[in-house]
Nanobody, 117 residues
Framework: QVQLVESGGGLVQPGGSLRLHCAFS????????TGWYRQAPGKQRELVAR???????NYADSVKGRFTISRDNAKNTVDLQMNSLKPEDTAVYYC???????????WGQGIQVTVSS
């Protein structure tokens, strides 16, 4: 069974940076597209960034130029570097993996990111 474990969240001041880390296990990592989503209180979960097995990326308009997603196929990890953080980036962030062949989705447990002075 695929498991995704997030780390690296926390409290940061506006303009600061955080790096989220997701460790993948229980499957063949190269079979899965991966990404990060977030959900703020009272809002729906939304895509933040996604990276395919081939390395193609796409980002939500709200984070373009500030966030960078990357994956390490040797270490089975997906990272999200977040710079120039804003209070509106405050949310629970979820790591996501989608098996290419079956479109089966897996989610991490979520990690809190709070941007506040």
């Amino acid at each position: 069974q695929v498991q995704l474990v997030e780390s690296g969240g926390g409290l940061v001041q506006p303009g600061g940076s955080l790096r989220l880390h997701c460790a993948f296990s229980g499957g063949i990592f190269s079979y899965y597209h991966t990404g990060w989503y977030r959900q703020a209180p009272g809002k729906q979960r939304e895509l933040v960034a996604r990276i395919t097995v081939g390395g193609s990326t796409n980002y939500a308009d709200s984070v373009k130029g500030r966030f960078t997603i990357s994956r390490d196929n040797a270490k089975n990890t997906v990272d999200l570097q977040m710079n120039s953080l804003k209070p509106e980036d405050t949310a629970v962030y979820y790591c996501n993996a989608v098996r290419v062949a079956t479109v089966t989705q897996y989610w991490g447990q979520g990690i809190q990111v709070t941007v506040s002075s």
